[in-house]
C-alpha cells in the first residue's frame, strides 16, 4: 500500500472538501452517480457553503506526494443553517470520504480516529453524521461507537459520545 500522512486542512484545501462531498454521496453498486451538480441541492451545499468559519476543521490524508487522497471534516450547524445529520447546535457535524482507489486500506479509519481525537480535544462532548444505511462506512462509523439515533429521508443520523 502506497504511504499517507495525514494533515489538518487549510482555506485552499476548500475545492478539494467539495470533491469529498461529492465522493461522499452513496451511490449503490451498479448504479450511475449522480451528477455534480447535486453538489448545489441545499441540504448538501449546506454541508460546506462558507467553508472557513469558526470551528471549520478538516483534516486531509495525503500521499508522498503530497497529493490528497481524503478527507473527514467537522463543523457546526444551528437551526437556521442545518443539514443532514444535524442534533443541535453544540454537536458537530462530521462528514468524510476518500478518493475510490484508496477506500477499503485503513486510511478511512486512520482520518476518523484523528478527526474524533480533534473533536474531543477541542472540547466536544459528541460528534454527529448522516450516512445511509447500505454505505460499507456504516461498519466504520459503528466500530467508533456512533450509534443510530434517527433517520432523515433514507439516511440514518448518528451520534458518537466521548
Do not use: C
Amino acid at each position: 500500500m502506497e504511504q499517507y500522512q495525514i494533515r489538518h486542512g487549510v482555506k485552499e484545501d476548500e475545492e478539494f472538501l467539495w470533491g469529498m462531498l461529492y465522493q461522499a454521496i452513496y451511490t449503490p453498486e451498479g448504479e450511475t452517480r449522480p451528477s455534480r451538480d447535486i453538489l448545489n441541492e441545499p441540504n448538501i451545499a449546506q454541508s460546506l457553503k462558507g467553508w472557513g468559519r469558526k470551528g471549520d476543521t478538516a483534516l486531509i490524508a495525503i500521499t508522498e506526494d503530497h497529493m490528497p487522497i481524503g478527507a473527514v471534516w467537522v463543523r457546526l450547524f444551528d437551526e437556521t443553517n442545518k443539514t443532514y445529520g444535524y442534533i443541535d447546535d453544540n454537536t458537530p457535524l462530521l462528514g468524510m470520504a476518500l478518493l475510490p482507489d484508496f477506500r477499503g486500506k485503513g486510511i478511512g479509519k486512520a482520518l476518523l480516529g484523528e478527526m474524533l481525537k480533534v473533536a474531543k480535544e477541542s472540547g466536544f462532548s459528541r460528534v454527529s453524521l448522516s450516512v445511509d444505511p447500505n454505505n460499507t462506512a456504516l461498519h466504520l462509523y459503528e466500530k467508533f461507537g456512533f450509534k443510530k439515533v434517527g433517520v432523515d429521508g433514507t439516511s440514518w443520523n448518528m451520534l458518537v459520545k466521548f
